[in-house]
């Protein structure tokens, strides 16, 4: 059993950050590529972020330039730093995780971005 908890969300208001991170525990051992994803009312999950073991990233479009992956290998986390927050930006933050080829999801974590 493998159990992601995500924490950081919150409300922010436009221009904002908020840093949002991801803990594994349970039977955690070589984890792969480690992503965010966020869910907006009404709209389907989209990839945010990726990191690599190796610390390769990579973004969505919307959020180059104001947020940052990163991941403690030896702490099995994930980290998401989001900065200049926009209203758009408001949605349920999901971390995820792959290990031995199987994917886990971690129960998400609200952000609003609201003044």
């Known amino acids: 059993q493998v159990q992601l908890v995500e924490s950081g969300g919150g409300l922010v208001q436009p221009g904002g950050s908020l840093r949002l991170s991801c803990a594994a525990s349970?039977?955690?051992?070589?984890?792969?590529?480690m992503r965010w994803y966020r869910q907006a009312p009404g709209k389907e999950r989209e990839l945010v972020a990726v990191i690599t073991r190796r610390g390769n990233t990579g973004y969505a479009d919307s959020v180059k330039g104001r947020f940052v992956i990163s991941r403690d290998n030896a702490e099995n986390t994930v980290s998401l730093q989001m900065n200049s927050l926009k209203p758009e930006d408001t949605a349920v933050y999901y971390c995820?995780?792959?290990?031995?080829?199987?994917?886990?999801w971690g129960r998400g974590t609200q952000v609003t971005v609201s003044s």
């Open positions: 995820q995780l792959d290990m031995a080829a199987i994917g886990y």
């Open positions: 349970g039977t955690v051992f070589r984890i792969e590529d």
